[in-house]
């Protein structure tokens, strides 16, 4: 009798276990945080000039109608060489999305580090002012570091 219990027991367990799963699955999916992530892809010679490519995502379960960054270009010996403004345009939420940036009189191997330095502007339909800036991710394929 008892080995019957532990028996239909278990088949009760292994009934319910991929149902528990994906409890716990859909639990971690809605505590997932939003955020905005900046990669720096590629920097492509233009002369005089470069060209610097960013694959930027937005996390968020809102649209980012529009995102501009106060980013400042350090030079080869750490200096600061330009402090500019770069407007990635509309970020639709979860879909990657290519921006490129051209500097001019500004050689590619001559930008040792970009540093973004704050949110001109982020316009989104809620009341997330800070969607641009909370949880931004900061990375780089190339050997120029990007920091935040």
Known sequence: MQTTIKRNARVV???LLPFLGAGIAGAEE???PGGVSIELSSAEAKGESCLLSFVAENAYDIDI????YETVLF???GQVALLTLLDFAELPSGK???R???FNDMACDQISRILINGVQDCVTQSDMTDACMSGLTLTSRLE???IG
């Not at 109608?65 to 501009?68: D, F, L, S, T």
């Open 13 to 15: 367990l292994l009934t």
């Open 30 to 32: 809605t505590q997932k």
């Open 65 to 68: 109608e529009g995102a501009v």
């Open 75 to 77: 030079g080869a010996e």
């Open 96 to 98: 990657p999305r290519v």
């Open 100 to 102: 490129q940036f051209q």
């Open 144 to 146: 120029t570091e990007v």
